[in-house]
């Protein structure tokens, strides 16, 4: 009887071990054939890295298309690896910019995108980390005047915000008014 058992439970543990690892192997079949796929959708990828870190992960790279005032953003993954989709950036001419304290982009900075693009970018320490850490100064009527329009871009897409004064049309024409006459002086 206690044989039984043991058999039993051996096997039980065979076949958990043997699915487990079964779902571990479709799992990162899986994961590989997602991120081939969306190479293939994408308009531009490549690998975030610098020669201190190697592959950067978080790192904002955006792309802004020559004589357009439209940005396109993404984020590298763990592995460094950035995609901008296919749908998001038509073929032409870009300049790139990266977002990522303590680093400058050392090269390229422009592309022209044609069909599948692949760029990969290089990273080096910033020789003025100071001025990555501090914003330029900005009038206090535009800087009241931007938080304002974010207040009701959210209202409107997400969420009420719950702020002392309610956002509103009137209320961003004033804020804007007042802009323009401090920025006159």
Known sequence: MIRTRIFAVSVALSMAALMLAASTR?????????????????????????????PMEGVVVSATRTGSTMTVSVMS?????????????????????????????ESPSA??????????????????????LTRPTVPAQLFQLRWMIEEYRVSLFAQELKTLMKVSDKRLAEQLEAARVEARG
């Open 111 to 132: 592309v022209d995108v044609t069909g599948r693009t692949s760029l990969d970018l290089k990273l080096r320490k910033t020789q003025d980390l100071a001025a990555q």
């Open 26 to 54: 479709t799992a990162a079949q899986t994961s590989a054939s997602a991120q081939a796929s969306a190479d293939r959708s994408a308009a531009m990828t490549g690998i975030v890295s610098s020669q201190a870190e190697g």
């Open 77 to 105: 993954d763990a592995q460094g690896r950035y995609a901008f989709p296919a749908n998001r950036l038509e073929p032409g001419a870009y300049s790139i910019r990266i977002r990522a304290t303590g680093y400058d982009l």
